[in-house]
């Protein structure tokens, strides 16, 4: 069982189109923080959400934590080719000092 | 500042060969992580490395194994390689002074094959 379940796992959409990905559980996190991961390179952290119902923007992208602190989601407006890649959302559950992430949305966005 | 290296990038070896995989944090980070990421299981935690102990681990079994050096370069080894061990191993670093700064940057990644 995922701790932490993201979907859609594949996402394949036009530049232009705007989109949003989920990462739920039901387990309650301190904190959920998004990455952005590239072919052949490691995961690029986006954004840290640590407060229940924090809203975060990084130009295009925004990022909502969940007020019971168990979901979260990203969401790119006018998405574009160069936003192409794995999303992970990651966290530590309960005082757990284990990362866990989820398996992740694949995005593809065509020109 | 240069980022979190990984030695060697690709590795070919067939089953029950051990193997060693290296990591160099980002100078001045004391924790190092290493996840193993497959298609079907997504990234997952294998251990942290703090201060030169093993601070945390996760469910893999005892063939995982893992070292850091006074430096805080880390190594990881994996013995009587199996099939299934064939994944992407990445390492990350944070610079986590009791706690304080937990943000992890990733490195590259080993991916390894086993025949």
Not at chain 1, 4 to 26: A, D, M
Request: glycine share 12%; with cysteine; proline share 5%.
């Amino acid at each position: 069982t995922q701790l932490l379940e993201q979907s859609p796992q594949f996402l394949s959409i036009q530049e232009g189109e705007n989109l949003t990905v989920y990462c739920n559980s039901s387990s309650v996190f301190s904190s959920l923080q998004w990455y952005r991961q590239e072919p052949g390179e490691g995961p690029v952290l986006l954004v840290t959400v640590v407060t229940g119902g924090e809203v975060k923007k990084l130009k295009r992208l925004t990022f909502q934590f969940g007020d019971a602190r168990k979901d979260s989601s990203l969401h790119i407006t006018a998405a574009q080719p160069g936003d192409t890649g794995l999303y992970l959302c990651a966290g530590e559950a309960g005082g757990s000092y284990i990362p866990t992430f989820g398996r992740g949305t694949s995005l593809i966005v065509h020109p | 500042k240069a980022g979190v290296t990984q030695t060697p990038r690709y590795l070919i070896k067939t089953r029950g060969q051990q193997v060693t995989l290296s990591c160099s944090p980002i100078s001045g980070h004391r924790s190092v992580s290493w996840y193993q990421q497959t298609p079907g299981q997504g990234l997952q935690f294998l251990f942290e490395y703090f201060s030169e102990t093993q601070r945390n681990k996760g469910n893999f079994p005892g063939r995982f194994s893992g070292r850091q050096f006074s430096n805080s370069r880390s190594e990881m080894n994996v013995s009587t390689l199996e099939l299934g061990d064939s994944a992407l191993y990445l390492c990350a670093s944070s610079l986590n002074p009791d706690r304080g700064d937990e943000t992890q940057y990733f490195g590259p990644g080993t991916r390894l094959l086993v025949l």
